[in-house]
């Protein structure tokens, strides 16, 4: 099999993705939620009627796709009409997914402006919007890379068991389908792994004389109630998309 | 005194930019050192004869420029010729320094590439030019902000004490001064500190099975060799160039 599908690099990948994420996520919390930055149009014409994260975030693809980033299968971009590479193609790029075109980045960016950063950051505004921006920035594509994993996550568990989900992909039942792909004790373990993560990292920040970091209870739900459904639904997505064998 | 410049707050600015700095260097330090990504040209006429870290850096630059971000006086760019911001200026942008030119931007950059990169990524080429690139300008101005950070050190520790700073400052003695500015408990608090914390990363890094983190003793050298030289080299600069009172 290839590599970039055994389990357990897989595995490897998300763990230091939650990493990522939750690096990310403590330097968006030392800011409240400024609701503005996320709101098309606020900030006047120069954004071109997009709010300000979205405005940093399409020139920041901008820069990153001639970084070649979104050639490889384990990103997504955010916008689309992105200028091409100016460094060659990667033997990594080549991808071990079945072809599909699946994106949910706008369902990610959703989730991130109405239910993570009030989950995050303190309510309010403290002007800090270009911080924040830069913050979000960071964090939005490294959830979206962390979710969209699900299309590793799901190919690797067909090929395992191609005869277990055959017949259920040509039946297009997507409530079997997330029952077989659904791993209650793995889903469990990730949790605690986050919620001890987290706090792990605030012990680190407690050194910062108070300076705020995420509670570990915060951590959790931003995993369960956020992240996960969303790479069960790239799992069952890209599971659709796939033809049986 | 203007709450910028109280000590308690800075240093508490300081320790918050321990946790950003570790983790933008444990970021980094999960690909291999890239030299190739720091020679100018090596990437062909796209980046306009820069290194391919420098186009990302500069183009970067342009877009936190427009989101302000250095009209704030803890902030300093890496490139000139930057276009204007297009958020209104912020209360916080008002500066309580005295007027001053120093940028040691170009001795960081010089440090980063040839001293700090060898010194936490593994030598040799991955070819992750794009995301050890991306990893890079997470650094550089997380670093710089940290080192330029020794304006306010130093203009808080004159205005604590101005009769002893005032005829080393006439006699335009940089020595002294150096000697001055220093403190070496402090010093030896900071780089415990410092060690302390990247081992608690580590250990959350641990639980991602075995994923590179950097060594305690990586990071003390780090703001041992690197960062606390060129901090207290700003403090002393920045006092050559205030007009003594």
């Given at each position: 099999m290839n590599e970039q599908l055994l389990l357990r690099n897989i595995r490897g990948v998300l763990a230091r993705l939650e990493d990522t994420i939750l690096f990310a996520i403590i330097e968006r919390a030392q800011?409240?939620?400024?609701?503005?930055?996320?709101?098309?149009g606020a900030m006047g014409d120069m954004t071109g009627g997009d709010s300000l994260v979205g405005y940093l975030l399409h020139e920041t693809e901008k820069i990153h796709a001639r970084m070649r980033?979104?050639?490889?299968?384990d990103e997504h971009p955010f916008y689309r009409n992105l200028p091409k590479p100016i460094l060659p193609r990667l033997?990594?790029?080549?991808?071990?997914?079945?072809p599909n075109s699946i994106n949910l980045n706008p369902d990610i960016r959703h989730a991130y402006e109405t239910g993570i950063i009030p989950l995050v950051c303190q309510d309010g505004?403290?002007?800090q919007y270009g911080s924040s921006s830069v913050c979000d920035v960071q964090c939005l594509p490294a959830i979206s890379r962390r979710v969209h994993f699900g299309k590793f996550v799901a190919e690797s568990k067909y090929l395992a068991t191609p005869g277990r989900f055959n017949p259920v992909i040509r039946a297009r039942n997507s409530e079997t389908l997330m029952d077989l792909i659904t791993d209650e004790k793995i889903e469990a373990e990730v949790l605690d792994r986050v919620e001890r993560k987290a706090r792990t990292y605030s012990r680190g920040q407690e050194a910062?004389?108070?300076v705020a970091g995420i509670a570990p209870a915060t951590a959790r739900r931003l995993y369960r109630d956020w992240i996960m459904p969303l790479n069960k639904k790239v799992q069952v997505l890209y599971l659709l998309q796939r033809p049986p064998g």
């Open positions: 800011f409240k939620q400024n609701a503005v930055i996320y709101r098309p980033r979104f050639t490889s299968p033997r990594f790029d080549e991808s071990p997914l079945q505004d403290d002007q910062s004389e108070g």
